[in-house]
Nanobody
Framework: QVQLVESGGGLVQAGGSLRLSCTASGRRLRNNIMGWDRQAPGKQREWIATIHSAGGTNYADSVKGRFTISRDNAKNTVYLQMDGLKPEDTAVYYC?????????WGQGIQVTVAS
């Protein structure tokens, strides 16, 4: 059983930066996939980024070049560095972990970008 808790959200001006963190507890994670998605009001959930256990990454076109995903396996933590934020990045951000047959999600954290 894994629990994921996000932190680092908040309000930022357009062009600013935030770094989201998501820490897993309950079990050490090794051979897993972690990542982030988001959901804006009235919009479908959008996948943002994925990082594999060995460090390989993938990004949605909407954030490519602006967001960077990373992980610290010793801390069971995944990060999302968000630079050059735009108002359209405003959403609730969710982290996830795919660990064997299980799929875990955090509760979500609000990111608001003011224009």
């Amino acid at each position: 059983q894994v629990q994921l808790v996000e932190s680092g959200g908040g309000l930022v001006q357009a062009g600013g930066s935030l770094r989201l963190s998501c820490t897993a507890s309950g079990r050490r994670l090794r051979n897993n996939i972690m990542g982030w998605d988001r959901q804006a009001p009235g919009k479908q959930r959008e996948w943002i980024a994925t990082i594999h256990s060995a460090g390989g990454t993938n990004y949605a076109d909407s954030v490519k070049g602006r967001f960077t995903i990373s992980r610290d396996n010793a801390k069971n933590t995944v990060y999302l560095q968000m630079d050059g934020l735009k108002p359209e990045d405003t959403a609730v951000y969710y982290c996830y972990c795919q660990d064997g047959p299980s799929d875990y999600w955090g509760q979500g954290i609000q990111v608001t970008v003011a224009s």
